[in-house]
């Protein structure tokens, strides 16, 4: 009897370190999905933030500007701006629209719609996996703001 008995403690102390690698196993295998999640929700989240500040600004830029030309190229500048502050690197006139209620946008009671969409590339996905899977998510974000109805009409050069 106490051979047996000491058959069993001897099983026991063989275990002895399995529960710590199984659940560092378990642990990093569940972890390392949960991580790429965050990282790639935190990417989509930036591109909706920064495209709705873009649009926002680009509208208001056009609709204080002087002229119409000097709105779109501040318009463009303000998405550049706010594209590059949340770490996307792309050219402004790619992303952006603008449509008018008006011909001339700047018409006293007009309306001024921008509208920004970017496309956002998931983190970590090779270009040849995409070309199979479409791995980008799109982002987009219109602002529409009123030209001010008592806004002065200034003479075009």
Excluded at 118 to 132: C, Q, R, Y
Aim: proline residues 6%.
């Amino acid at each position: 009897m106490l051979q047996r008995v000491h058959h069993r403690c001897h099983d026991a102390r063989g275990d002895r370190g399995s529960a710590v690698v199984e659940f560092c196993t378990v642990g990093v295998l569940l972890l390392l999905p949960l991580l790429y999640l965050v990282v790639t929700l935190g990417r989509i989240e930036a591109a909706s933030f920064a495209v709705d500040g873009a649009a926002r600004e680009a509208a208001r830029a056009l609709v204080t500007a002087p002229r119409d030309p000097a709105g779109r190229s501040r318009a463009l500048a303000a998405v550049e701006l706010g594209l590059a502050d949340q770490g996307f690197d792309v050219a402004a006139a790619d992303v952006l629209t603008i449509d008018c209620s008006q011909p001339d946008c700047l018409q006293p009671g007009g309306l001024v719609q921008a509208t920004v969409e970017l496309e956002v590339t998931l983190p970590g996905i090779p270009a040849s996996f995409d070309a199979v899977v479409p791995t980008r998510v799109t982002v987009r974000s219109q602002q529409v703001l009123a030209v001010d109805a008592f806004r002065s009409r200034r003479p075009r050069p």
